[in-house]
């Protein structure tokens, strides 16, 4: 799934790098560039969600919402889980952020439709969106978030190289 989230997070940077270079179309691609930031960080949640039962051998999988702070929350878990004293300070960072976002876009339709299913405007709360701005604050959450399924994705390395010798070891060979 990090091969996913990798790819939208790339197509946003190169449409911010458009925005940015031509001076032309933000108010046209503000709504897929925020669309693709925000479905990368989603799945790098689930992706740390997924890592974390399979490390802690939780059965099921990841969610299938598109909740961002529900989504925050179990995967903020899992950190807290893996690292006993992992840094508070850039997690709760990363929680404002994530709400910041999540208030904007709850269910991930926001930047997608122009109104909701029962006729509502989705971004009535909102006027601009500063595309630089945004894609400095997603380049932090990415770089968090990454690290925490890299550091997951080492641990789960490790337990299942162990698992595969104790296994062989019982085996007799």
């Known amino acids: 799934?990090?091969?996913?989230?990798e790819?939208?997070?790339l197509a946003g940077d190169k449409l911010v790098k458009y925005v940015n270079e031509q001076e032309q179309k933000q108010d046209y691609l503000v709504?897929?560039?925020?669309f693709l930031y925000r479905h990368s960080i989603e799945l790098w949640l689930k992706h740390i969600i997924e890592l974390g039962n399979e490390l802690h051998?939780?059965?099921?999988?990841?969610?299938?919402?598109h909740q961002i702070e529900g989504l925050w929350s179990q995967a903020r878990m899992v950190a807290e889980e893996v690292w006993k004293d992992a840094p508070r300070?850039?997690?709760?960072?990363?929680?404002?952020?994530?709400?910041v976002l999540h208030n904007i876009d709850s269910g991930s339709f926001s930047?997608?439709?122009?109104?909701?299913k029962d006729g509502e405007a989705t971004l009535s709360r909102i006027s601009y969106?500063?595309?630089r701005h945004f894609s400095e604050v997603m380049e932090k959450v990415d770089a968090l978030l990454r690290s925490i399924s890299m550091g997951l994705a080492v641990y789960l390395d490790y337990k299942r190289?162990?698992?595969?010798?104790m296994e062989r070891e019982y085996r007799g060979g």
């Open 129 to 131: 969106v500063n595309l």
């Open 7 to 9: 790819g939208y997070k």
């Open 57 to 65: 051998d939780r059965a099921g999988r990841f969610p299938t919402n």
């Open 89 to 99: 300070d850039e997690l709760n960072q990363l929680e404002e952020y994530l709400s």
């Open 31 to 34: 709504f897929p560039i925020v």
């Open 111 to 116: 930047f997608r439709y122009p109104v909701t």
């Open 161 to 165: 190289d162990m698992v595969h010798e």
């Open 1 to 5: 799934m990090g091969f996913y989230a």
